[in-house]
């Protein structure tokens, strides 16, 4: 039985290892014409299946013009990253941000996986943005914290304006809007650039920082610090020497003691939305802050950086009760830079935002009586997710059939937040200002959609990324391609709340627009923040 056993181990194996090189030559291969004219087909029955809004920003016609088009264009063979770069030109005609193509990435043995766990790319340390036509490092952490705030001239041997002017076009967005485009390709660059370039294991940027020009060269280097693991080696000897003098009672009460202490840090972690950076665990960002700001600190800031991680219901529950007991009169909401998140975390931030019955979103329209089977059992998702939806498919069934509703020839899902719901007793009752930016997406913009279309709140900054009318999202089915592996992401719910505004295709746009220049960060200057704070100042 044991031999048997090892024998399964080592096949096993073997079948993973041939299949990881098999799917590396797929996708590195060129593939012939016709497999890519039947995989341009593929995609666009796919969505023409799935996408319950398809044509709402592009007629029929003109979609069907673009499919045609790009596939009389392509009569040479192309490997799968050439392939989707093409696709995704033709793609993002569909309006819909969260409607996405992305190339296969190359597979890795466990040997090979293992290995990358142990090593981590300094060029991570680094976020960027781009304002005023210029690419610049936003923030740093670590040894490259000295390099913040200076402009990117070139990567490798390419501008950085050339690299910008290259991925925008194949940004999507929602509708017709442009500030998504402007904001997010400085946002994600090193994403882009990836996607763009395939795996690097080290890159060379030229940057300038004031009047000087250098060279700098970010790589892969490994996580193990072998002066930290003596000192942590001596350490350990240390706490064992001194155990071994304790009594069993004092160790077992300093035991107990150090568990509480864990219990705590975790649900003060979960609470915050605490995310760890990857091999630095000093460095401490939390989705969510309250913080109180301006003349005497009296106005609250609440910094919501995505709508995902912890328990997001602790935290609202506390920072409004803190809000109510000292009787704050002014609410900033900053959306910047928040590309979105769960729908259930803006539906129960809104249920304290009014103090009126509500419901947050209408039904959303989709393509089929099964959209969480759908999504779950996509062709790409990973076999323990098809096990787990197979499973449970009975069940799942039940729940898409009762949830899913026929009106005037649509099919309507009724999410939890398109249910009537009463406003918290507590909620906030004084004036709310809303800081946005192109990058707020998704759930930034139908909680923005909410608050601007029941004239809730003042908002101050430029045009959201995401559509005031609703977006495409809720739900996906992750479709990969057969020859390329290109993988297509398909929204199957439209998300929308009550509120409207005409011409569709738009996001939410400020109140008061207020942009913000390379300038204002080399001054460490919040323009936007400042304007709400000086218009407080103003009427107290």
């Not at 666009?44 to 007629?59: A, D, I, V």
């Not at 030229?206 to 000192?231: E, G």
């Not at 864990?262 to 665990?281: C, E, I, L, Q, R």
């Amino acid at each position: 039985m044991k031999k048997l056993f090892t024998l399964l181990i080592i096949t096993l194996l073997l079948v993973s290892c041939a299949s990881v090189e098999k799917y590396n030559a797929q996708v590195t291969k060129m593939h012939p014409v016709k497999d890519l004219h039947q995989d341009l087909d593929k995609v666009y029955k796919q969505l023409q299946r799935n996408h319950p809004r398809l044509y709402q920003f592009t007629s029929k016609e003109t979609l069907d013009f673009k499919f045609d088009s790009l596939k009389n264009a392509i009569n040479r063979p192309m490997d799968s990253r050439t392939f989707y770069k093409q696709l995704a030109m033709v793609t993002k005609y569909v309006g819909q941000g969260h409607m996405s193509v992305s190339p296969p990435s190359k597979k890795f043995d466990k040997k090979e996986r293992a290995k990358l766990r142990a090593m981590r790319f300094d060029i991570n340390n680094l976020d960027f943005e781009y304002l005023d036509n210029k690419l610049f490092i936003a923030d740093a952490v670590g040894n490259d914290s000295i390099l913040k705030h200076a402009e990117v001239l070139k990567i490798e041997d390419e501008t950085a304006q050339d690299l910008i002017k290259k991925y925008k076009p194949l940004i999507a967005s929602d509708g017709y809007n442009t500030t998504l485009h402007n904001r997010i390709v400085g946002k994600r660059f090193m994403r882009y650039y990836a996607i763009d370039k395939g795996r690097f294991d080290s890159i060379l940027f030229t940057l300038k920082s004031r009047d000087s020009t250098f060279i700098k060269k970010f790589k892969r280097v490994s996580a193990k610090d072998t002066v930290q693991i003596k000192k942590d080696s001596i350490k350990r000897d240390s706490i064992r020497l001194v155990n071994s003098t304790k009594s069993k009672a004092v160790l077992k009460a300093e035991k107990k003691s150090r568990k509480v202490e864990s219990k705590a840090k975790h649900k003060f972690n979960s609470k915050y939305g605490y995310v760890p950076k990857p091999f630095m665990p000093k460095i401490k960002v939390y989705n969510r802050n309250l913080n109180f700001v301006g003349k005497d600190s009296i106005t609250a800031l609440m910094k919501i950086r995505i709508f995902q991680s912890g328990n997001y219901k602790a935290f609202y529950d506390d920072a409004f009760s803190i809000l109510d007991s000292l009787k704050t009169k002014t609410l900033i909401i900053d959306l910047r830079d928040n590309f979105g998140g769960r729908l259930a975390e803006i539906d129960y931030l809104y249920s304290y935002l009014t103090d009126k019955n509500y419901t947050f979103i209408n039904k959303s329209e989709v393509k089929t009586r099964f959209p969480i089977l759908k999504s779950l059992m996509s062709n790409s998702s990973s076999t323990g997710t098809k096990i787990f939806g197979a499973l449970l498919s009975p069940g799942l069934a039940v729940v898409d059939l009762l949830r899913v509703s026929k009106k005037d020839g649509k099919l309507l899902y009724k999410f939890k937040s398109a249910k009537e719901q009463e406003a918290k007793p507590n909620n906030f009752k004084g004036k709310i200002y809303v800081l946005i930016n192109g990058n707020s997406f998704s759930a930034s913009s139908v909680l923005s959609s909410q608050l601007e279309g029941t004239n809730r709140a003042t908002f101050v900054g430029e045009e959201t990324g995401g559509a005031y009318n609703g977006t495409v999202a809720g739900m996906y089915k992750i479709y990969q391609l057969p020859n390329t592996k290109v993988i297509a992401r398909i929204g199957l719910a439209h998300i929308d709340t009550k509120q409207k505004t005409t011409p569709d295709g738009y996001g939410v746009k400020p109140d008061v627009e207020v942009l913000p220049s390379y300038q204002d960060r080399l001054n460490n200057k919040d323009p936007e923040l400042e304007w709400i704070l000086d218009d407080i100042e103003g009427e107290n």
